[in-house]
């Protein structure tokens, strides 16, 4: 068992910058592939970014490349989302999820493939 917990939830005007946490507690974190997801008010969960296991390979939505960055510790346990030059179409709920039995470099950046879910954490950019 895998428990997630984001944090670094918070109002920040068009053009700022976040950082978001995502703390793991259980099992050997460092075998799990992680990604964060977003949802936005009547829209679908949608795929952000993913890392593999070591952090060497990570992908990315096109609507966030360029401006966002997925990095992980695995001596802390923790994943993390930097979001800079945010727009208001950013707004959502943000929420990482962690996947076992992945292969070495492997990112996976589909919803249902995902064992373990934080509670997510609200993200709101003011235009």
């Known amino acids: 068992q895998v428990q997630l917990v984001e944090s670094g939830a918070g109002l920040v005007q068009a053009g700022g910058s976040l950082r978001l946490s995502c703390a793991a507690s259980?099992?050997?974190?460092?075998?799990?592939?992680v990604g964060w997801f977003r949802q936005a008010p009547g829209k679908e969960r949608e795929f952000v970014a993913g890392?593999?296991?070591?952090?060497?390979?990570?992908s990315y939505a096109d609507s966030v490349k360029g401006r966002f960055t997925i990095s992980r510790d695995n001596a802390k346990n923790t994943v993390y989302l930097q979001m800079n030059s945010l727009k208001p179409e950013d707004t959502a709920v943000y929420y990482c999820?962690?996947?076992?039995?992945?292969?070495?470099?492997?990112?996976?950046?589909?919803?249902?493939?995902?064992?373990?879910w934080g509670q997510g954490t609200q993200v709101t950019v003011s235009s």
């Open positions: 890392i593999s296991r070591s952090g060497a390979s990570t």
């Open positions: 999820a962690a996947k076992g039995t992945v292969l070495r470099g492997q990112v996976v950046q589909v919803t249902y493939e995902y064992d373990y």
């Open positions: 259980g099992r050997a974190f460092s075998g799990y592939a």
